[in-house]
C-alpha cells in the first residue's frame, strides 16, 4: 500500500489559506515553499541583515497566518496580506528599538559579494546600501517592496495602505532622492 | 508604464518622446538614466546574498501545525461527546417523565370537598363540665390543721381519687368551690 501525498502545485495561494485553516498539512507545506524563502528575504533586508532576528519574523509571521487563516478575506490577494502583516511587524520592531534615532549607526552585517573585486563597484554599492539603511523605515519599506520584491503600485498601496496616487508620488520622490544622493557615480563607466 | 519600470526595462535609446517626458525629473540625461539602470541592478544583486532559511524554521511550524491539527480533532471530540451526554440526559429526563405521568381516568368518585384552611381561626364551643364528669381536683397539700380529713395529696398517683365521681363520693363536694 503507497500513501499518497496531496500536491497543491496548481492551487492558488488564496485557496491554500482555506485549506490551511481546515488544518492541511499539505497545503501549509505548499504555502511555505513558496512563500517562506520570500518572506525571510524581505525580514532580512529590512531587519539590517540579521538573519536570526529574519529567522524568527519568519517564523512568528507563519505562525500569525495558521492562527489568523480562517479570518481571511477571500476578496484579498493572499501575498499582500501576508507583506502587510510583515510590514507591520517590522514596523513595530523599528518602534520598539527606536531605530529612526539611531538607524544610521547600525551597521548591517557584511556578506561576501561576488564582484567585489571592483573597487568602483564595490564603492558604489557600499554607498548604495549606507543610504538605504539611512531611509527611515517608511522609505525603506517602499524600496524593497518596489525594487525587491517587484510588487506592484496597487499591491503596495493596499500593504502600507496609503492610496495608489500617494504611492506612486513617494516612489517618485525616493527616485530622485537617491538620484541625488548618488549623483557623483554619475560619471563612472564601470557598469556591472 | 511607471518611470521606474521604463528605466528598468528600457535601454536610453529606445525611449520614446513621452517615455523622455515622464522621466524628465529622474533621469534627464543618458547619464543619469544610465545611474539609475545601474542602482536597481545592484539593488536586484543583493537579493542573490541574502542566505537561505535555516530549515528548522519549517521543522518548527510543521510542528505547531500537527500539534494544532490533533488540538482541533481533540476538541470535536470533546464537543461530540458534550453533544451525546446532553442529549442522553434529555432522554432520560423526558423517559422519567412520562413514566410517572398520571392518566386521568373518567370515574364516579365524589371529589372530597375542599379542607379547611389550616390558617384559618378555629372557634371552639365551650366546654360544659357536667356535674357527674370525672373530676380531677388538685389538692393543696395538706397542712397540720387538717390533719382529720383524708389525704388526698397524691392524687395523680392515687388510682381512687382520679377515677372516683362525685355522685359515688359526696364527701368530695367540700371540695368543690365552684362549678361552670
Redesign the interface.
Known amino acids: 500500500m503507497t500513501l499518497r501525498k496531496t500536491t497543491y502545485h496548481n492551487t492558488s495561494d488564496e485557496e491554500l489559506i482555506e485549506l490551511m485553516a481546515a ?1 492541511d ?1 499539505s497545503a ?2 505548499e504555502l ?1 515553499q513558496r512563500h ?2 520570500k518572506i ?2 524581505y525580514f ?2 529590512m531587519l539590517w541583515k540579521d ?1 536570526d532576528l ?2 524568527d519574523f ?2 512568528e509571521l ?2 500569525k497566518l ?1 492562527k489568523n487563516a480562517a479570518s481571511f478575506e477571500k476578496t484579498r490577494i493572499f501575498s499582500t496580506w501576508m507583506y502587510s502583516i510583515a510590514n507591520n511587524m517590522c514596523k513595530n520592531e523599528y518602534r520598539k528599538k527606536e531605530i529612526r534615532q539611531n538607524h544610521l549607526s547600525m551597521v548591517p552585517k557584511q ?5 567585489a573585486v571592483n573597487p568602483d563597484h564595490k564603492r ?2 557600499t554607498a ?2 549606507h543610504f538605504l539603511h539611512s531611509l527611515s523605515e517608511e522609505k525603506r519599506s517602499l ?1 524593497i517592496l ?3 520584491e517587484n510588487l506592484s ?1 496597487p499591491e503596495i498601496s493596499q500593504i502600507i495602505q496609503v492610496a495608489e496616487g500617494t504611492v ?1 508620488s513617494r ?2 520622490h525616493l ?2 532622492e ?2 541625488n544622493e ?2 557623483e ?4 563607466l564601470t ?2 | 508604464m ?3 519600470e521604463i528605466i528598468q526595462q528600457k535601454e536610453w535609446i529606445d525611449l520614446s518622446a513621452s517615455e523622455r517626458s515622464v522621466l524628465q ?3 534627464a540625461t543618458e ?2 538614466f ?3 539602470k ?17 530549515p528548522a ?2 521543522s ?3 510542528a ?3 500539534s ?2 490533533k488540538r ?1 480533532s481533540f476538541y470535536f471530540l470533546y464537543a461530540a461527546a458534550a453533544i451525546l451526554v446532553i442529549v442522553l440526559a434529555i432522554f432520560l429526563v423526558k423517559k422519567k417523565d412520562f413514566e410517572t405521568e398520571k392518566i386521568l381516568v373518567k370515574t364516579n368518585q365524589k371529589i372530597p370537598a375542599v379542607q379547611k384552611d389550616s390558617s384559618m381561626a378555629v372557634i371552639e364551643p365551650a366546654k360544659i363540665i357536667q356535674p357527674d364528669s370525672q373530676v380531677i381536683v388538685k389538692v393543696p397539700a395538706p397542712t397540720p390543721k387538717n390533719s382529720n380529713r383524708p389525704d388526698y395529696s397524691d392524687v395523680h398517683n392515687n388510682d381512687m381519687a382520679i377515677n372516683t365521681t362525685v355522685a359515688s363520693n359526696t364527701g368530695l363536694l367540700d371540695y368543690v368551690t365552684e362549678l361552670n
Open positions: 488544518s498539512n501549509f507545506t511555505y517562506g524563502q525571510f528575504s532580512f533586508r538573519k529574519a529567522e519568519t517564523q507563519f505562525l495558521i556578506h561576501p559579494s561576488s564582484d558604489f554599492k548604495l546600501q524600496y518596489r525594487f525587491h503600485v506612486k516612489i517618485f527616485m530622485k537617491i538620484k548618488l549623483k557615480f554619475e560619471n563612472l557598469y556591472p | 511607471e518611470p521606474e525629473d529622474i533621469a547619464q543619469e544610465n545611474l539609475m545601474k542602482i536597481f541592478m545592484v539593488s536586484r544583486e543583493e537579493l542573490d546574498i541574502v542566505p537561505e532559511v535555516d524554521v519549517f518548527s511550524l510543521e505547531h501545525m500537527i494544532r491539527k482541533n
